[in-house]
């Protein structure tokens, strides 16, 4: 062995007795034969042995104790059985621990010792899945957490320490995610993470950083979601909570599949799911199920999507309360599973009822009108929770809905009131949609019009809907099968035989392929990210385009089988 | 616990036809292992005072032989431990899980604390010289022990920390890394980079 094989860090793995026998047996024989080396080891073992002899302890020289005596208090056994039930998602026990100790929160005192700190337990257990359910007719726990934060002084708050004043921003950031207040929400848990260092609690930093991270994937800014995701996930996994990690990871998962990595996403759903079995957290366990319904609508298996979304409706349902917010998504996404069965088995996408056999032609009314069902279950929920985003889900798919069976003046109403919601609260996600929808809208009627000029007249206007929504959809969000979307329906808008603009259509084509390609799929992949509506209306836009003489290759989809999607259906 | 009856433990514990691993003793040995604080802790969980003093007096001249080491003052040293000891025997007692042994976890907050409040001074300069402690000034001939003092004064405080840790108080580097609360690497790295800053400078000093 030389001296040049023999690396710093092997003589220093000699010293402290790491290495194997056979390694350290080479190390001698080598410091035998070379001065240098040995030179090396003797004064590493002489300065080693020095630091052993320098003395560990001192004695400070003022008596610390009185100071600490003074603020020996006896502790709060209900916080901490609490807060441990929360990190660990043990959701009954942590339902039970606060309905036994009900009357202290009620009748919380913001003066009593770790006043803030109950407060913040309280509204974190309350995430579990409990915010709606009432306590009484009309006050639910969401209702008492708001009045109890009332009771605090307004900010600033001086006289808090900074671990109260950590823990009342908790309940501050929580409150305005449920006023849909994400910047506002976002600021609160930023001071928290400020303080991080001060405080010292690893648990309710990891909250923060996942619940900035929420804020960020509902604002549709997937990239900084993934990164405060990433830091939480790494938190958690600092302070070996296994129950947190899981729920956060399925929050990642989530921004994995909207930033176009379903494989990604459907991996760390399988493994979070592993570990939350083990407990009774049946709300992020309906999340799951959910978000594997929307990822297997997204491969077109909307049998299999509705199945999945049966089983996150069982699990939401066991949340103790109907009146979940996201037992109404599941819904209004169930109805839009409806809706696109509906339409499948409406063999093309926009064909007169009249040419289908009678049985089809019930069983596509059927679902529409479960459709609808779910839809008006959804509504009640969103209008009592004022959940705005929830309702202009719902009108827009309350739109297609109309929109497929022909009622196009109240489609249109419904987009525009989607539209105002999104404009209320500046939701660029909402208002991309409804543009878009309102683009479809004006196709359709462009379409079945029988007056040239009245053709021309609303092909015009489907062409500044898509330009609008396009702009929405590419310039504030980060959503790519939604900006993808609104390229596709752009160009399809320009084949519009009033408009007819092959060249440009065709861009709009290749900008929406590249975006729904998956990042790791080669020029010649023939799926990119399944066959849902957006792959159909893609291949519409591709049969289009070809009839006009364009080439598209290499960014050929495939040709638009209608007859395969029929059987789809029926299977 | 001797090495028969871990295994013992060990062979309970395993599902039939699991292969042993060749380290699983030492999980086993660890998951054994008793924390000697556990009453003290539990005592003073309960916020029982002769608990917490029991405690105090076995921690603090360790704790505070840490923070001597890492602030450049005495005094700032003191009140740290004793920011340090409210916070972690008072405040914190609650969330003390016992998934690590007591001291491990008094000491991963007191290296926490520490590094927080250094982080707001300068990193100590390698060139200056070094600041001398007020015995060092009373005896003008410096012997070894106070020139090798001297030098772990001058190392960035990272690195001081990890020597302090693992060579001063002789915990493993495994040790190390975990109440630093860095990977087993980077302690590595952290702890002998140090050693061998101070052997050069130690080497300077002896030239000198």
Same mark, same amino acid.
């Given at each position: 062995m030389s001296c040049s094989e023999i690396a710093a860090e092997q003589l220093h793995d000699y010293?402290?007795?790491?290495?194997?026998?056979?390694?350290?047996?080479?190390?001698?024989?080598?410091?035998?034969d070379c001065c240098i080396c040995r030179e090396h080891e003797s004064e590493l073992r002489c300065l080693l042995a020095r630091l052993a002899e320098l003395p560990t302890t001192a004695e400070p020289k003022r008596d610390l104790w009185p100071a600490i005596a003074a603020q020996v208090k006896t502790p709060d056994p209900f916080l901490a059985d609490l807060s441990e039930a929360i990190a660990q998602r043990r959701v009954r026990d942590a339902a039970n621990l606060v309905h036994g100790e009900m009357n202290r929160i009620v009748a919380l005192n913001p003066l009593k010792e770790n006043a803030a700190a109950l407060l913040s337990y309280f509204t974190q257990w309350m995430e579990m899945g409990a915010a709606h359910c009432p306590i009484m007719p009309y006050v639910s726990y969401l209702k008492l957490a708001r009045e109890c934060l009332q009771r605090f002084p307004r900010s600033p708050r001086p006289r808090l320490s900074q671990i109260d004043s950590a823990h009342l921003r908790t309940v501050e950031g929580i409150l305005a995610m449920h006023d849909e207040e994400y910047a506002e929400a976002i600021n609160h848990f930023d001071h928290v993470l400020r303080l991080g260092d001060e405080i010292n609690d690893p648990d309710l930093v990891a909250f923060a950083e996942g619940a900035i991270a929420r804020a960020h994937t509902k604002n549709?800014?997937?990239?900084? @979601?993934?990164?405060?995701?990433?830091? @939480?996930?790494?938190? @958690?996994?600092?302070?070996?909570?296994?129950?947190?990690? @899981?729920?956060?990871s399925v929050r990642k998962a989530w921004i994995l599949f909207q930033r176009n990595r379903p494989k990604e996403a459907a991996e760390t759903y399988a493994r979070a799911e592993t570990v939350l079995r083990e407990t009774d957290d049946h709300l992020t366990l309906g999340n799951v199920d959910a978000a594997r319904g929307r990822l297997t609508r997204r491969d077109g298996e909307y049998y299999a999507a509705l199945k999945a979304?049966?089983?996150?409706?069982?699990?939401?349902?066991?949340?103790?309360s109907a009146q979940h917010p996201n037992l109404a998504r599941a819904l209004t996404n169930i109805a839009l599973l409806r809706r696109l069965i509906a339409l499948r088995l409406s063999t093309a996408p926009d064909q007169e009822l009249a040419d289908i056999d009678e049985e089809t032609s019930r069983s596509i009314q059927r679902q529409r009108?479960?459709?609808?069902?779910?839809?008006?279950?959804?509504?009640?929920?969103?209008?009592?929770?004022?959940?705005y985003r929830g309702r202009g889900s719902v009108l827009l798919i309350s739109a297609e809905l109309h929109t497929d069976s022909g009622d196009l003046d109240t489609a249109a109403s419904e987009l525009a009131r989607a539209y105002e919601l999104g404009e209320e609260k500046n939701d660029r996600i909402l208002m991309a949609r409804s543009r878009l929808q309102q683009c479809i809208l004006q196709n359709t009627k462009a379409r079945i019009s029988q007056e040239p000029i009245r053709s021309y007249f609303y092909a015009e206007q489907a062409r500044s809907f898509a330009e609008g929504a396009n702009e929405l959809a590419a310039k504030y969000t980060q959503n790519m099968r939604l900006t993808a979307h609104t390229f596709i329906w752009h160009g399809i808008t320009l084949m519009n035989p009033h408009l007819l603009d092959p060249d440009q259509a065709s861009k709009c084509y290749q900008a929406a392929y590249d975006l729904l390609k998956p990042p790791d799929a080669n020029i010649y992949f023939v799926k990119p990210t399944g066959r849902d509506y957006v792959w159909d209306d893609l291949q519409m836009l591709g049969v289009k385009l070809k009839a006009a003489g364009c080439d598209l290759s290499p960014h050929d989809s495939g040709a638009f089988d209608l007859t395969d999607l029929n059987e789809r259906a029926r299977l | 616990v001797s090495n028969k009856v871990v295994a013992k433990i060990g062979a309970a514990h395993r599902p039939r036809g699991w292969k042993v691993r060749s380290n699983e003793h030492k999980d086993v040995l660890q998951s054994v292992r008793v924390d000697p604080d556990e009453k003290l802790v539990l005592g003073a969980k309960c916020g029982d005072a002769d608990c917490v003093e029991a405690l105090f007096k076995k921690y603090r001249d360790r704790i505070n032989g840490l923070t001597t080491r890492m602030c450049p003052r005495e005094q700032d040293a003191e009140n740290l431990t004793q920011e340090i000891l409210v916070h972690a025997m008072v405040e914190k007692i609650w969330q003390f899980r016992g998934e690590s042994m007591f001291s491990t976890w008094l000491h991963s907050i007191a290296v926490h604390m520490t590094m927080n409040f250094l982080n707001r001074l300068p990193e100590p300069s390698i060139e200056a010289p070094p600041e001398l402690s007020d015995e060092g000034k009373q005896s003008k001939?410096?012997?070894?022990?106070?020139?090798?003092?001297?030098?772990?004064?001058?190392?960035?405080?990272?690195?001081?920390?990890?020597?302090?840790?693992?060579?001063?108080?002789?915990?493993?580097?495994?040790e190390t890394a975990d109440i630093?609360?860095?990977?087993?690497?980077?302690?590595?790295?952290?702890?002998?980079?140090?050693?061998?800053?101070?052997?050069?400078?130690m080497k300077e000093r002896t030239r000198s």
């Open positions: 010293l402290d007795g790491r290495l194997s026998d056979e390694e350290a047996r080479e190390i001698r024989d080598h410091l035998l549709g800014a997937y990239v900084k @979601a993934e990164n405060f995701i990433d830091r @939480a996930i790494g938190t @958690a996994l600092r302070s070996r909570r296994k129950e947190m990690v @899981a729920v956060l979304y049966g089983h996150a409706l069982r699990h939401y349902k066991r949340c103790g009108k479960k459709a609808f069902t779910h839809l008006r279950h959804a509504t009640a929920i969103f209008e009592r929770e004022r959940d | 001939s410096l012997d070894l022990k106070q020139c090798l003092d001297d030098a772990l004064r001058r190392l960035p405080h990272e690195q001081r920390l990890a020597v302090i840790l693992h060579y001063l108080e002789g915990n493993t580097l495994e630093i609360g860095v990977p087993l690497a980077a302690a590595k790295s952290m702890s002998r980079g140090g050693v061998e800053r101070l052997r050069r400078l």
